[in-house]
């Protein structure tokens, strides 16, 4: 079998074991979640189960989470589902963008949100505001100033969501102790299924439901629930909690060290970071270019956010940064995870040489 890397668990990460055996026996269930005989008890038990191994991951009240289809639907219920006006950072995933004014919080060049801005702009603008800033960036993984976001938005008397989908699970999450009024996180990234995401409500925050005509969720989103997903998404905060990132991040130093004796520039590499997240370019070869290259060398990775099926764009959040349009459509996102091995960096780096030569001596003949 023909050796592949997996280098995009930003986009997905592969599911964990333990979640995979988990939702095998949930599906096994009959019973409906909202059913009061023995059967629907037995689902509910499950999925109260999964609640509060979620809580537990990051640091909320079982009580507090809502489960959802994903980490878009939380964002949506999250700043929908709020009368107040929203004010995002540059460099939120677009299921934020989509409700926030074109005003937007800026960000330094290292992808960092500017409290200044921050401040000068609630100083300045229209209460009530909602604020949303992302806890990781899910490009470059810059870790955000939460705590500092959370205390100036309390002068102000805003309120605070962050989505959380990058950072659960891969590094210290604390909802209480961060402040926020609202979170986002979502199981695919930390090994569980696809399609199933939550929503942390605080005691502060009013969401309105947005798919109404049952009471489930304590009333915040109707419908049967994905009994198998939410188990599975149980499953996987429980293994996450106990995951050692260290030896990804000295896979991520020996992936980043290597590139740059390719020539390759390194983005946000002086910000705090993710343990697993690389964002490089190999000046004068486009992303696209690159990531298809890649892909038929056995690489898969990504250009920014894996939001648009099938497409690669320029990165927003380069762009947000200071980046030339260049510089921001020429970078990729390799992110690893907790089954990353240094076999799958040596290929990524190999491939990454020779299509660098490769590319390179088409460019002198093209301009001979």
Known sequence: MTLRAYLDWNATAPIRPEARTAMTAALDLAGNPSSVHGEGRAARALIEDAREAVASLIGAGPDQIVFTSGGSEANALALGGSDRRVL????????????????????????VVDLDDLEAKLASGRAPVLVSVMLANNETGAIQPLADVVRIARAHGALVHTDAAQAAGRMPVDFLGLGADLMSVSAHKLGGPQGVGALVIGERALVAPMIRGGGQERGRRAGTENVAGIVGFGAAAIAAAVTDWRSVTQLRCDLEQRAIGLGAEIFADQAARLPNTTSLRLPGIAAETLVIALDLEGVAVSAGAACSSGKVKTSPVLKAMGMSEQAAGEAIRASLGWTTTAEEIDLFIAALGRIRDRIGRRDLRAAA
């Open 88 to 111: 995002a950072s540059a460099i939120e995933h677009d299921s934020v963008l989509a409700h926030a004014v074109p005003e937007r919080i800026k960000v330094t060049a290292e992808g």
